[in-house]
Nanobody, 126 residues
């Protein structure tokens, strides 16, 4: 069963919204952390950037400054899915978004992930 497969990306105008989904089988039993990171266009030379992280044990969430107030990370145990609601999207949000698992967020929006899956492309353009 595939896990950490991200979906929901697409082309959106600046100011628009998208909701990304991350499949996490057995989510209700997980106590680690799930998060989102992204890689902007530019190939493998571009470093990835952390976006958000949620501790599955206590529900605490963390965000990079540039997305605070615009993005919301959440979970739905019944659907085994972690979401990233992205509002008021900007050109600089254009990237391939990935979700992954870490032991814990550790107070950071970009923990050390030990597993991740296929990403989904988000393009913000007018």
């Amino acid at each position: 069963q595939e896990h950490f497969v991200a979906s929901g990306g697409g082309l959106v105008q600046p100011g628009g919204s998208l909701r990304l989904s991350c499949a996490v089988p057995g989510l209700s039993h997980e106590t680690n952390a799930i998060g989102w990171f992204r890689q902007a266009p530019g190939g493998e030379e571009r470093e990835s950037d952390g976006v958000s992280c949620i501790n599955l044990s206590d529900g605490n969430t963390f965000y990079r400054d540039s997305v605070k107030g615009r993005f919301i990370i959440s979970r739905d145990n019944d659907k085994n899915t972690v979401y990233l609601q992205m509002n008021n999207l900007k050109h600089e949000d254009t990237a391939t978004y990935y979700c992954g698992m870490a032991e814990r967020c550790g107070g950071s929006y970009y923990p050390e992930y030990y597993d991740w899956g296929q990403g989904t492309q988000v393009t913000v353009s007018s």
